[in-house]
């Protein structure tokens, strides 16, 4: 069982930054690839950013492409999400999950094994 703990989620103005944290304690984090996932109100999840464990292979989908960062620090056991540019569409619940496919940069939710609580992240106009 891996624990996931997101922070760093808030209310940021349009064209603001935020950086998300997902921290996995007493985990062995680098076994696993790790992807961040936001669901507004009314609508499906979907994947915005995943990361392999060494990040060789990242995905970003294409809404987010050129204003989010995803990176991770294994020896912190630590992932992050920078977000920048920010827009109103950005808003959501954000989730971080880890799937045991290390090698993989997934954007499909079903291959994610452990997720988070979730954090919310507000953009207003």
């Known amino acids: 069982q891996v624990k996931l703990v997101e922070s760093g989620g808030g209310l940021v103005q349009t064209g603001g930054s935020l950086r998300l944290s997902c921290a996995a304690p007493?985990?062995?984090?680098?076994?696993?690839?790790m992807g961040w996932f936001r669901q507004a109100p009314g609508k499906q999840r979907e994947c915005v950013s995943a990361?392999?464990?060494?990040?060789?292979?990242?995905y970003y989908a294409e809404a987010v492409k050129g204003r989010f960062t995803i990176s991770r620090n294994n020896a912190k056991n630590t992932a992050y999400l920078q977000m920048n540019t920010l827009k109103p569409e950005d808003t959501a619940v954000y989730f971080c999950a880890a799937t045991s496919d290390r090698y993989s940069a997934t954007s499909r939710d079903y291959e994610y094994d452990f997720w988070g609580q979730g954090t919310q992240v507000t953009v207003s106009s």
């Open positions: 990361i392999s464990w060494a990040g060789g292979e990242i």
């Open positions: 007493g985990g062995t984090f680098s076994n696993y690839g």
